[in-house]
């Protein structure tokens, strides 16, 4: 009965938190606006292609690193004393906050691979952030393809790749996708390793190349949260509102592709 | 063809390596900025210096006002956190019918993926103020709006683990207290939980750290005052939001400013690094209790 | 132990002196083999006897299961399989092998078949499709799914799925079938229907079957070889071993005395 009451407490508390937000509903073409000094007339218009250029490289990165790297755990070496160390040591990554990750970006791609505080430095850095969550999804999907497809593939004398490429990622693709979707979700919320990395709070454009600089939706927010003016907290509500919607849009399509997966996977 | 698995196979190897290459670079690049700054600020008054002021004229490089305020927060969310996550825990693991099970778990699914910068607007502009109506002398920045609203964010982690580890405990020993003539409520909480306690631990543990290195709603929220207390009203100053405080300053590469946030961060990096490998070294410990 | 040699049969399979060993664990012990080509040799035996085994030693199955390891040869051909020098890719589509629970690819039924031509890199669609397709005629399915040869293989009965196996490892024209107790999860329309395959099918492949059903061995194989705690106790044409075994143990096993 106490539980109850403080799972309702939550809850309203959650809705106290939409409510809030409703305020923001005010500004609606403000999506194409640029950032400005005065609160009327900034738009995210630059944050929001920030983080969809963010977005896009990170994917690029972290899918095919994460994905080989957890078909290397799972396929090859398994039981060594390599892999003993690799899952431990992913294990620690998980917990690292992610602003140490913005300060090894820092050093590492903005300094001395001399990118400086650009989008492909901070996809990099991201990329490094998501890495261990793509790669237990990927295991746990590969995990989940049946020992006797393996089988029978080896006794029709594929060898070990042409199984993997053939069967096992195939019947875990649904899986993967759901866990890849579910990290860039995560990375799209990001604000603390870009900061450090050198995304700027005042981008007046648009990254074109991945060496420009620039801003993504959650670091606009909290430049917009900083100020002062009333108009800014507007800005922010309807900003998040903006971030929100897309991250929940990602976790629910990520959900869907579980379930169909998940209802595929009944061998 | 053997050739061509051969060369898939060390492919494949170099992108699982990444993840070595990845501790070690961290560790490096904190380990190397620190050293240097160690250089010229000694270790003990580092850890004895009441004061940090690494960016005004008078400086003094204690890093214990950023621990203090870290920890504040830290505290106040998990003590609100604990009891609530814990709460949910056991009403749905023992209690909850099917139906409320569903409409719960995916919400919070949902606050776990809320970005944090949300969170820490919500605190500044909401959860402030409203407190500010019950308590009118606090703090426009404070940790106790930044330490409860990450308690909500954590409360979904303590309870999903609390929850996991509670439905890992075997039946056998919830019938057993039925049989016994125990209530739900008297299981659930003298039986089950108690039988959980190391995954329970685990998930305390575990949502520490997640605290410790949280950084935009302490950012947004807490201040960016340093302070050496333990008064959850005034404006503090976390490690994280110091760092990002220095990067969006404009603080010049190598100098000794700059250091500080590697020497913050390698801080940081230690608390964290020895409460995750507490809560495996646990976990490992006790799972084969039940296996 | 040999089986006496018959005229004008060249040996197929040979296994000498064969022990294996699980870790610490004798699986076999000092098993030896010939096996005729174009015949159906039969291994029955109670649970746990090594008889799967020593099937899956022919095509190197057990290379993947921890702690294995063997003395002894095996030949096929003449040819040692287990020479470091020899692809174990090759061996495979020269010995095919059917499993006890059908396990067919989550794939169409056309995809399934040719998966063994994919794998080799063939690439001729006109090609792949008349091998599918003969395939399919010779397991006696064609007829039932030439309508849709895209739809699922799972969404096929147990005995259909079997005979999909079946066909996926008949596409790749083996000499050589394994099949590790076939119709031991199917019902019995379908494993009479598996049973007549066999029967078609041996005048082309050299078959060895495990089997837990010994009216199936009688049936269906020209030879038997029993298996009791990892040691073949005895072998001979099926005919003999089912009427006058030499062996107490054999006819106790026979005749239902254990199981």
């Keep these: 009965m106490v539980c109850t009451l403080m799972g309702l407490l939550l809850l309203a508390v959650f809705i106290g938190n939409i409510i809030v937000e409703g305020i923001g509903r005010i500004d609606w073409d403000f999506m194409t606006n640029l950032p400005s000094r005065r609160p009327s007339k900034a738009g995210i218009y630059t944050a929001m292609m920030g983080s969809v250029w963010i977005l896009f490289l990170t994917a690029l990165i972290s899918f095919p690193l994460g994905v080989a790297s957890a078909i290397y755990l799972e396929e090859y070496g398994t039981k060594s004393r390599l892999n003993n160390i690799l899952e431990i040591n992913i294990s620690n990554l998980a917990g690292v906050p992610s602003i140490i990750y913005g300060l090894l970006g820092l050093e590492v791609f903005v300094r001395i691979f001399g990118l400086g505080g650009s989008v492909l430095a901070g996809a990099m850095t991201l990329s490094l952030l998501i890495l261990p969550i793509i790669i237990v999804a990927t295991r746990e999907a590969i995990k989940a ?37 579910l990290a860039l979700s995560r990375a799209v919320g990001e604000a603390a390793p870009l900061i450090v990395v050198g995304a700027l709070a005042y981008v007046p454009f648009a990254p074109s190349t991945p060496f420009d600089e620039f801003t993504v939706m959650p670091i606009q927010i909290f430049n917009w949260v900083s100020r002062p003016q009333h108009g800014f907290s507007i800005n922010a509500s309807a900003a998040i509102i903006v971030l929100l919607t897309i991250t929940f849009l990602m976790n629910g399509v990520a959900v869907f592709f579980r379930n169909k997966w998940q209802k595929k996977v009944k061998w | 063809m053997k050739i061509r698995e051969k060369i898939i196979e060390a492919l494949l190897k170099v992108s699982a390596l990444v993840t070595v290459l990845t501790t070690l670079g961290i560790i490096l690049v904190l ?52 009891p609530v ?122 949502a520490i750290s997640r605290a410790i290195g949280e950084t935009m709603i302490v950012a947004i929220a807490a201040g960016q005052q340093p302070r050496l207390t333990l008064d959850p009203t005034v404006p503090i100053e976390t490690i994280t939001a110091y760092i990002v405080q220095v990067s969006l300053g404009d603080v010049p590469h190598g100098s000794l400013e700059y250091k500080t946030i590697f020497a913050a961060g390698i801080t940081l990096f230690i608390f964290t690094f020895i409460l995750n490998n507490i809560s495996f070294y646990i976990k490992k410990k006790y799972q084969e209790k039940y296996e | 132990m040999e089986v006496s040699q018959e005229n004008n049969k060249k040996i197929k399979l040979q296994a000498s002196n064969i022990d294996v060993f699980y870790s610490h664990f004798k699986a076999l012990k000092n098993i030896n083999l010939s096996m005729y ?101 010779q397991v006696a399915l064609f007829d039932e799914v030439k309508d849709d040869l895209n739809k699922s293989a799972l969404a096929l009965s147990g005995g259909q799925q079997q005979r999909v196996c079946i066909a996926r490892t008949l596409a790749v024209e083996p000499s050589v079938i394994l099949m590790d107790e076939p119709t031991s999860a199917l019902d019995p329309i379908a494993t009479a229907k598996i049973e007549e395959l066999v029967y078609d099918l041996k005048e082309n492949y050299t078959i060895v079957m495990v089997t837990h059903n010994m009216q199936q061995a009688s049936r269906v194989s020209d030879y038997t070889a029993f298996f009791y705690m990892g040691e073949m106790i005895e072998v001979g044409k099926t005919k003999n071993i089912f009427t006058k075994p030499e062996h107490e143990r054999t006819e106790n096993y026979i005749t239902g005395r254990f199981g």
């Design chain 3, 37 to 137: 080509e174009n015949s159906v040799t039969a291994f029955i035996g109670p649970s746990g006897c090594g008889k799967s085994t020593f099937l899956r030693l022919f095509n190197r199955m057990n290379d993947y299961v921890d702690g294995f390891s063997m003395n002894g040869d095996i030949l096929i051909d003449g040819k040692n399989i287990y020479d470091n020098k020899l692809i174990i890719e090759d061996l495979r589509k020269e010995i095919g092998m059917v499993f006890q629970k059908p396990n067919p690819f989550p794939k169409s039924i056309f995809d399934n078949i040719a998966y063994g031509l994919k794998i080799q890199g063939i690439k001729d669609k006109a090609f792949i499709e008349e091998r599918v397709i003969t395939s399919l005629k």
């Design chain 1, 145 to 181: 393809v049946p020992k006797s497809i393996k089988e029978a593939s080896f006794a029709m004398g594929a060898t070990k790749w042409q199984t993997i490429w053939n069967q096992i990622l195939p019947s875990s693709f649904g899986g993967i996708l759901t866990g890849v979707i």
């Design chain 2, 85 to 206: 996550g814990l709460s949910i825990a056991v009403y749905l693991n023992e209690f909850a019918p099917k139906k409320f099970k569903n409409i719960i778990k995916p919400i919070l699914e949902l606050l776990a993926a809320v970005p944090t910068v949300v969170y820490g607007f919500f605190a500044l502009t909401v959860v402030t103020p409203f407190l500010q109506t019950i308590y009118p002398d606090l703090g426009g920045f404070n940790a106790l709006s930044a330490g409860l609203v990450m308690g909500i964010m954590i409360i979904p982690f303590i309870s999903s683990l609390s929850e996991d580890a509670l439905s890992a405990v075997p039946k056998s020993l919830r019938e057993a207290s039925y049989g016994m003539g125990s209530t739900r409520f008297q299981t659930a909480f003298k039986v089950t939980v108690p039988a959980a306690s190391s995954g329970i631990v685990v998930s305390v543990i575990l």
């Design chain 2, 31 to 82: 380990s190397v900025q620190s050293f240097s700054f160690f250089q010229e600020v000694s270790i003990l008054d580092f850890v004895t210096d009441t004061e940090w002021t690494p960016l005004f004229a008078q400086k003094h490089f204690g890093i214990m006002p950023l621990l203090s305020g870290t920890l504040i927060v830290t505290f106040i969310a998990i003590g609100f956190a604990l």
